[in-house]
């Protein structure tokens, strides 16, 4: 133990409060990181935080190094046990915030507790590279007052107060610099290219799969994170016809569907009604960007796909995404159908679902070469059939279509247009299965469409001769409300007590913060930097520019801050005052006031030099006694009269 | 040329006092300003702006803007308590410095007083090796004690103060040097041994007379042959014998007249050291003492005001 104590270790240990502040900043270190860590590592952490804040009131003195030494390499253990790695973003961060809490175990003296400090302040920012939410911003930044508060803890002679008084100086310090802070951030120049590695996504995030067998939506039927956010120009379509389409899918093997994309030019669009809109996407795993209907050309961070889906250019990325778009309401899409697409449209899997394909068949002999009679009766078979819309349904067999048909007539979005596709296939008419969003929540407020996972939905296509493919929502048979207002209202209360509807609707309009949050904070990148001055016709800002820009505002907020520290009180003393002025008359005709010179002393002394002003000195002084002496409140005129008098005064020069 | 130069310097100290007149004392009262604080990072100051641009560069290439927002939230506070450093020390006055007494060899404690307008936390004083910190209440006083190491008799100019502050956040220090035009007095250090001072009166009665004073000296056992009414009865229950009570009359102490001509066989300081020694021996027994010095004479006389007052005679011998 002795090897590990320092020379310099006759520095006096920190105060209770200070070693208090310093662990409550890292209690909450380890609480914006305890969403990605391991559930054991954390609680152990939080355990051994508050068996050290403990023994240090109870005990006082630091842990010795016997017991450091095997718990730092506990912790290395641990994380390459639970990780794999030591290296990268998760294993590194919790690797960080084990040895800020081993740190607390030594931190004695003020020396360690800055060192723990400053490290857990580079672990906040750490854990916004994680989440950079509203609530978790707020909760990080919140992090930083108990680590302000600590900082000044550790400076002698304080006045003392309480735990929770202590905080208000550091977020009044905070607060104060608040505008230089919005300034900095508004100007530090973005990198329009990583200077190394962008971090890799190891988190999986939820989002439309491309591939769909009946059951694997449940999870994100039931997510309630925002999926993307939509505003139009102009009127938003009805919201019977918010239908945003992600992956189309044609491959069907008896248990999936499969997208797969095909090098082809996309499909001819006859559009009579466009609607314009911008769409911002979560972070999400889809290579598709979700668009409205059929879109009429690809927006700029994606191109078109044969079925005209919108195909990422980039790879997914940990960063929501925007794009504008333009789509027909009303269209006539692939209107000739070519024989390959046909073939596919119509391949089904031998040997699966023999009573669904016998049933097709026999609605083909009865109403001939009639194709929306077929869909039609598919449509009145699921509507009057007994089905059932529930989020939980019966499991189903090998063959899946015929048991959802026939046997359990229960299920939701993907039975149905898994079953309806496979009926059509079998009647002889090009059907696909189309997978995205429906519906989705319109905010009054901020004039734009929240379209969450929950909204995900699952509907087919179908090829009609002369009219193209054409959207049928087998669900909407079924369940209307799915369509007309929503997963939740369709569901019923199959989703729990915490999605009733005030609450949900809370929700929904709270969803307005964090647009604002993700539009103006955190998509606030280098385009939309640019773009900073337009407003002041320049609509394109260089690098250069921002950081002029950005040393003049600095240069003016320094102004600011000299200002107010060499701002002195003026002395609310008004007769003293006048005597300054005063004296500083008389000293720069050579007549200086020492420090150690009585008023009376230094009037005579002024009178001997200045002999002209004799009288008029000696009315001052008279005047400066009376006030100074002669009252225990002098008369407010009386001080007037002396100011005025000083101020008049002009003392000749000195005549030798 | 020279008066172009003398005018350059007084311009200089004019405008930059800390800079020229760190050599020279000031009078009190010493106001801080703007001209005379220093202000750098500490080491913390240091590492933590490094942090910071560590912060920045991760925020900005992993394009995470709520990183960058608390990466510019902490710059800009860290920026701030730069200003907040120099304001705790711009504006604080130095009013009053009382110096105590000590013999040379001793330290000697100093006791500064500080005034201000306004509050002020975390302020430290080094004076040589001693460091003291002080804050000021809203009462715009404070007062530092602090311990002057002396070392020989006489007036001791005051050596430079430093008054420096890393509030709020430890994060720059701000500092300024001040040099009072102030000195103190230390008192010669007496000499260890040596003969007493030779008495005017030689009255011949040392001893302390017992049993005929009145007041109780000691109790002791008892002995044949002592009064009846000299046994102290009660203390006398409780011990195996009896108990007499001795009493003394208090001895009536001459006057010592300590005289400069007196030790006309030693050196200058060896005198002063003697004298030094006798006026402390007067002061501890409580004697009347009068000091013949050869350019000054103290009149008999005895307390700590008498003493004080004839040290600080020999203190200024030159």
């Known amino acids: 133990m002795r090897l590990w104590r320092r020379t310099a270790r006759n520095e006096p240990a920190i105060d209770t409060h200070a070693f208090d502040l310093l662990a409550l900043t890292i209690a909450i270190v380890l609480l914006v990181h305890a969403p990605h860590l391991p559930i054991w590592l954390s609680a152990v952490l939080a355990a051994m935080l508050g068996l050290r804040w403990w023994q240090r009131r109870q005990y006082p003195g630091h842990t010795s190094a016997w017991l450091k030494l095997p718990l730092i390499a506990l912790l290395a253990g641990a994380v390459v046990f639970s990780y794999g790695t030591i290296f990268g973003r998760e294993p590194g961060s919790a690797l960080a915030v084990g040895l800020l809490v081993l740190k607390l175990l030594e931190t004695e003296v003020s020396r360690d507790a800055r060192v723990g400090i400053g490290f857990g302040c580079f672990a906040l920012m750490a854990a916004l590279l994680f989440d950079q939410s509203l609530l978790a911003t707020i909760l990080v930044m919140l992090g930083l007052l108990p680590a302000l508060a600590a900082l000044r803890a550790l400076e002698p002679a304080r006045v003392p107060t309480s735990l929770p008084r202590e905080l208000l100086p550091g977020l009044g310090l905070v607060a104060a610099t608040l505008p230089l802070a919005l300034v900095a951030f508004l100007l530090v120049p973005r990198l329009s290219t990583p200077l190394w590695g962008a971090p890799n996504r190891s988190e999986a995030r939820t989002g439309l799969s491309d591939t769909m067998s009946p059951g694997n939506f449940t999870e994100l039927l039931t997510d309630d994170r925002p999926a993307l956010r939509v505003s139009f120009d102009g009127t938003p379509p009805a919201s019977a016809l918010r239908y945003f389409r992600a992956y189309v899918m044609w491959d069907y093997d008896g248990h999936r569907w499969r997208h797969a994309e095909m090098r082809r030019v996309p499909a001819t669009l006859e559009a009579s009604d466009t609607v314009s809109y911008r769409v911002s996407l979560e972070a999400s795993d889809q290579s598709v960007l979700p668009a409205l209907d059929v879109p009429l050309e690809a927006p700029a961070p994606g191109r078109l796909t044969a079925d005209r889906e919108v195909a990422r250019r980039a790879r997914p990325t940990n960063d929501s995404l925007d794009y504008s778009l333009r789509s027909a309401l009303h269209y006539r899409l692939q209107a000739d159908l070519p024989d390959y697409a046909r073939r596919r449209g119509l391949q089904l899997p031998a040997g699966f679902n023999p009573r669904a394909i016998a049933l097709a068949r026999q609605w083909r002999q009865q109403q001939g070469s009639d194709d929306r009679a077929i869909v039609q009766a598919a449509l009145t078979l699921f509507h009057d059939g007994g089905f059932r819309y529930t989020l939980s349904p019966a499991p189903l067999g090998q063959d899946a279509v015929d048991d959802f048909l026939f046997d359990t007539h229960e299920g939701f979005c993907e039975h149905y247009a898994a079953a309806f596709t496979v009926l059509m296939r079998a009647a002889g008419i090009p059907a696909r299965v189309v997978t995205g969003y429906q519906g989705g929540y319109w905010n009054t407020f901020g004039n734009y469409l929240l379209v969450r996972n929950s909204d995900a939905h699952a509907w087919s296509e179908v090829w009609l001769s002369g009219r193209g493919w054409v959207r049928i929502d087998p669900t909407a048979a079924v369940r209307p409300e799915r369509v007309e207002l929503g997963a939740t209202a369709a569901a019923g209360n199959q989703l729990g007590w915490y999605r009733t509807s005030w609450l949900h609707d809370l929700r929904n309009r709270w969803d307005i913060v964090n647009r604002w949050w993700n539009q103006g904070v955190i998509g606030f990148d280098e385009m939309r930097q640019q773009g900073l001055l337009t407003p002041f016709g320049i609509p394109h800002t260089e690098t250069a520019t921002l950081g002029l820009l950005l040393a003049v505002a600095c240069g003016l907020f320094a102004g600011a801050g000299l200002f107010w520290a060499l701002r002195r009180r003026r002395a609310n003393d008004p007769v003293l005052a006048a005597m300054r002025v005063l004296e500083r008359k008389l000293a720069r005709r050579g007549i200086v006031r020492r420090p150690s010179e009585g008023p009376q002393h230094y009037f005579s002394r002024a009178a001997r030099a200045l002999p002209q002003q004799r009288k008029a000195l000696e009315q001052l002084m008279q005047c400066y006694l009376d006030l100074r002496y002669a009252h225990a409140e002098p008369a407010p005129e009386l001080t007037r009269e002396f100011q005025q008098a000083a101020r008049d005064f002009q003392p000749r020069r000195v005549v030798k | ?318």
């Not at chain 2, 220090?173 to 260890?192: C, D, H, T």
């Not at chain 2, 009570?245 to 001895?251: M, N, T």
């Not at chain 2, 001509?261 to 200058?268: E, I, M």
Request: hydrophobic letters at 40%; one cysteine or more.
């Open chain 2, 1 to 318: 040329m020279r008066g172009f130069l003398s005018r350059i310097q007084q311009w200089g100290e004019r405008r930059l006092p800390a800079l020229t007149r760190y050599r020279r004392p000031e009078t009190l009262p010493i106001e801080l300003h703007r001209r005379r604080i220093y202000i750098v990072p500490t080491g913390f100051g240091v590492g933590f702006s490094i942090l910071l641009l560590v912060m920045l560069l991760g925020a900005l290439n992993y394009a995470n803007n709520a990183a960058l927002l608390l990466t510019c939230l902490l710059g800009a506070a860290t920026s701030a308590s730069m200003l907040v450093a120099f304001r705790s020390l711009n504006g604080l006055r130095l009013s009053h410095i009382h110096a105590g007494n000590a013999i040379a060899g001793e330290t000697l404690t100093l006791t500064l007083e500080f005034d201000s307008s306004r509050a002020r936390s975390a302020i430290r004083v080094d004076l040589g090796a001693s460091r003291e910190a002080f804050a000021v209440d809203a009462s715009g006083k404070a007062c530092v004690q602090l311990p002057l190491s002396t070392t020989r008799r006489g007036w001791q100019p005051l050596p430079r103060l430093r008054l420096w502050s890393t509030w709020p956040l430890g994060l720059f220090r701000a500092w300024s040097w001040l040099y009072p035009q102030q000195q103190v007095l230390v008192w010669p250090q007496p000499e260890f041994g040596g003969p007493p001072p030779r008495l005017p009166v030689d009255d011949g009665q040392q001893r302390p007379r017992l049993h005929q004073g009145e007041d109780l000296a000691a109790l002791r056992h008892y002995r044949p042959g002592d009064p009846r009414r000299h046994i102290a009865w009660k203390a006398s229950a409780r011990h195996d014998g009896l108990l007499t009570k001795d009493f003394e009359q208090p001895e009536t102490r001459s006057e010592w007249q300590l005289d400069w001509r007196h030790l006309s066989g030693l050196n200058h300081e060896a005198r002063i050291a003697r004298l030094a020694r006798w006026l402390g021996e007067a002061q501890a027994q409580g004697r009347t003492y009068s000091l013949w010095l050869p350019d000054q004479q103290v009149e008999a006389g005895n307390g700590p005001r008498h003493y004080a007052h004839c040290m600080s005679a020999l203190a200024m011998l030159p």
